[in-house]
T-cell receptor
């Protein structure tokens, strides 16, 4: 069974705070992992991929723990513009022909001044 | 920039009607997907396609069918719309790869079935 679980939040933080989101996935054979961002009434957009060694993009750090089937996203120095829903996404092997992305339900972040 | 275009932003249909949702991408992507998004349930995969005339069921294909006659176009069909198909429908496309990385989404179609 393909499952991606996230804490829905909401996470309410002040500007400048550091906030972390977690995500667990059920399929140990999953190949790749991503964080997408979705603004209110907009489509999801790729925020960053998640690599086994961990990766950083400015204020955002993503980490993967394959043994625990766990993914995290850390946002440092939160900005008002970071307010959005963050979707954890896992690539499951659908069949020999290819794969499909399965989305978590998302974690809502609200940054206030 | 990649563009994924969905034919309608808002659509209102009656129960029992046949509904076509159209999606066109301009980046020559092999893979195309249809998701629906509902409050509290997140994005759920309905159908996807790896190539022209190819289709694969996602997690919730019941009540839907799809058509991919041309590479750039992926249509979602509701043969007989029902009220529980009221939802936001999102089309996405992506380049073929072992890891099928970046998906590009259309802006969505909010379908209301009355």
């Amino acid at each position: 069974r393909k499952e991606v679980e996230q804490d829905p939040g909401p996470f309410n933080v002040p500007e400048g705070a550091t906030v972390a989101f977690n995500c667990t996935y059920s399929n140990s054979a999953s190949q790749s992992f991503f964080w997408y961002r979705q603004d209110c009434r907009k489509e999801p957009k790729l925020l960053m991929s998640v690599y086994s060694s961990g990766n950083e993009d400015g204020r955002f750090t993503a980490q993967l723990n394959r043994a625990s089937q766990y993914i995290s996203l850390l946002i440092r120095d939160s900005k008002l513009s970071d307010s959005a829903t963050y979707l954890c996404v896992v690539n499951f092997m659908a069949n020999q022909a290819g794969t499909a992305l399965i989305f978590g339900k998302g974690t809502t972040l609200s940054v206030s001044s | 920039d990649v563009k994924v275009t969905q034919s309608s932003r808002y659509l209102v249909k009656r129960t029992g009607e046949k509904v076509f949702l159209e999606c066109v991408q301009d980046m020559d992507h092999e893979n195309m997907f249809w998701y629906r998004q509902d409050p509290g349930l997140g994005l759920r995969l309905i159908y996807f396609s790896y190539d022209v005339k190819m289709k694969e069921k996602g997690d919730i294909p019941e009540g839907y069918s799809v058509s991919r006659e041309k590479k750039e176009r992926f249509s979602l069909i509701l043969e007989s719309a029902s009220t529980n198909q009221t939802s936001m429908y999102l089309c996405a496309s992506g380049a073929s790869s072992a890891t099928n990385e970046k998906l590009f989404f259309g802006s969505g179609t909010q379908l209301s079935v009355l």
